[in-house]
């Protein structure tokens, strides 16, 4: 079943910056508007774009964006129950600069506890 993920610091949802698409793509906070570039899957420990089957990684350490599945460690990510989104290599999700602005980029970062870096999963069968 799919699922949005929503900022929990701006009330914003993650998804694939504009009409990108392919591998490379970054990923941003936006308004909801329930598309598919704003549907994700968990599948095996990655978190994969239902509109393209491309999966969350990192690039230079900080940058997320959307890439093929290659098994990295980049590639693997867990939510925990203090509602941050950890990647195997030791960082978060994170709305760069805490910014409360639509098009903001997600980035990931060294947790450090605000709410930028906290994110709630909903149902794509839910309202928002």
């Known amino acids: 079943m799919g699922f949005y993920i929503q900022s929990l610091h701006n009330k914003l949802y993650m998804q694939i910056n504009g009409s990108e698409e392919g591998a490379g793509s970054s990923v941003i906070v936006d308004n909801f508007h329930g598309k598919k570039n704003q549907q994700w899957k968990y599948v095996n420990g990655k978190i994969v774009s239902k509109v393209s ?76």
């Open 53 to 128: 089957g491309f999966v969350l990684d990192l690039e230079d350490d900080d940058k997320v964006i959307l890439a093929e599945l290659k098994g990295d460690a980049s590639q693997n990510w867990v939510f925990d129950d203090d509602l941050t989104v950890a990647n195997n290599i030791g960082v978060v999700l994170d709305v760069r600069g805490g910014s409360k602005t639509p098009g903001a980029e997600i980035i990931a970062f060294k947790k450090h506890g605000g709410l930028n870096q906290q994110f709630r999963v909903v149902p794509v069968n839910k309202t928002n």
